[in-house]
């Protein structure tokens, strides 16, 4: 595949995620402005901080007072997660050229990390030649970095006429199912799912959604025990095919 | 500058920081850290547990107390999503499908 190419299937692998993507932009640009952040400040998070969930968090602790330090506390925390996808990319991309790594890591959110390692493990068997999957993934980035600004300044614009009662905050949870049934090829990574799941719920009152990332390492932990147990891992493929 | 621009730039790099870590010194890392089939089986449970523990509270807790409602209505309109990602292995199909699904049962169910 030519770097067009890698880039093209990228952004329309990103394309359908913008469905949740966008509300959720417009929400927080409405949440933000009404909470007191300038329009200005609103707008620019997107680009600075680039992360959904802590710009809201930003916004309303702003404007409940809290301290800067409490903030960059809570907010450094509930990012902690964006380690584990550089943990799992870096092998992938940590031999491009410097500007390639910063841009990258620049533009590795949740939904990117998704699009982006969904194209290392579906080519993991028989990677193309020459290797331009990183313009895949600058695809997937690009496109979301553009909808997410796009949907805040929407959201910032057009203020409190957004209803809640559109239930549109569910999309991202659906975003994630979509995304989580093709990531369950195998026995033991359905189980780092299950268990995944399970603990978020159980450590779902832990402060600071410290839980969120604790229970990714539970499912991390739960689905490697079940493979050592289970005899070993299996060659990557797994014997039933890719459905779940 | 006042606290809020202070506040943001510094949750910027922060999360910058995290997201460059690995990738910077991947090469560095693989060789030793990364590269170890250990530590690759690992990663390779990132993408199920972390979207697992992404999607489940948001459907199955409200308000901080467990849905035990069984025809709660995003409870059903999860569970016609995974079937449709199931299915279908389409992001938008399961987005659609989902959103759907959620203002039907509510329409029926008078929610």
């Known amino acids: 595949m030519t770097r067009w190419n890698e880039f093209l299937l990228g952004v329309r ?22 909470s007191g952040m300038s329009p200005l400040a609103a707008q620019l998070s997107s680009s600075i901080v680039f992360a959904g969930s802590a710009q809201l968090v930003i916004a309303q602790m702003l404007a409940a007072g809290g301290s800067p330090f409490v903030i960059l506390l809570t907010a450094i925390i ?3 997660r964006h380690v584990l996808y550089s943990a799992s990319l870096g092998p992938h991309v940590g031999r491009l050229p410097r500007r390639w790594r910063l841009a990258l890591a620049y ?3 949740d939904e990117a990390y998704a699009v982006a390692i969904g194209r290392y493990v579906e080519t993991a068997e028989k990677p193309p030649q020459p290797d331009e999957r990183h313009w895949h993934f600058l695809g997937a980035g690009l496109t979301l970095w553009s909808f997410w600004n796009a949907s805040t300044l929407l959201g910032v614009t057009m203020g409190a006429q957004l ?32 268990f995944g799941a399970v603990a978020s719920v ?6 600071l959604k410290l839980g969120l990332f604790c229970a990714m390492l539970v499912g991390i932990a739960a689905g490697a025990m079940w493979e050592v147990f289970m005899g070993g891992p299996k060659p990557s493929a797994n014997p039933e095919g890719t459905r779940a | 500058m006042n606290g809020t621009w202070l506040t943001l730039f510094a949750v910027g790099a922060a ?23 250990r530590v690759k089986r690992l990663l390779r449970f990132v993408p199920p547990a972390a979207f697992a523990a992404l999607v489940a509270p948001a459907i199955v ?13 995003r409870l059903l309109a999860a569970l016609v999503a995974l079937v449709c990602a199931l299915a279908t292995r389409s992001v938008l199909l399961t ?7 959620l203002h039907a049962v509510r329409f029926l169910l008078g929610g």
Not at chain 1, 13 to 34: D, H, K, N, S
Not at chain 2, 95 to 101: I, P, Q, Y
């Open chain 1, 107 to 109: 533009l590795l959110t």
């Open chain 2, 61 to 73: 807790v409200r308000d901080g107390a467990l849905v035990t409602n069984p025809l709660d209505p």
């Open chain 1, 202 to 207: 159980v450590l779902v009152a832990v402060p």
């Open chain 2, 15 to 37: 999360t910058f920081a995290y997201r460059l870590s690995c990738i910077e010194f991947g090469s560095n890392l693989e060789a030793s850290v990364l590269g170890n089939p």
């Open chain 2, 95 to 101: 987005l659609t499908s989902g959103m759907l699904a």
């Open chain 1, 163 to 194: 209803s809640p009662a559109w239930g549109l905050d569910f999309a991202i949870p659906l975003t994630f199912v979509a995304l989580l049934v093709p990531s369950l090829g195998d026995g033991p990574s359905r189980v780092a799912a299950l």
């Open chain 1, 13 to 34: 692998r990103e394309l359908p995620m913008q469905l949740g993507v966008v509300p959720f932009g417009m929400i927080y640009g409405v949440l933000a402005v009404q």
């Open chain 1, 78 to 80: 509930l990012n902690v």
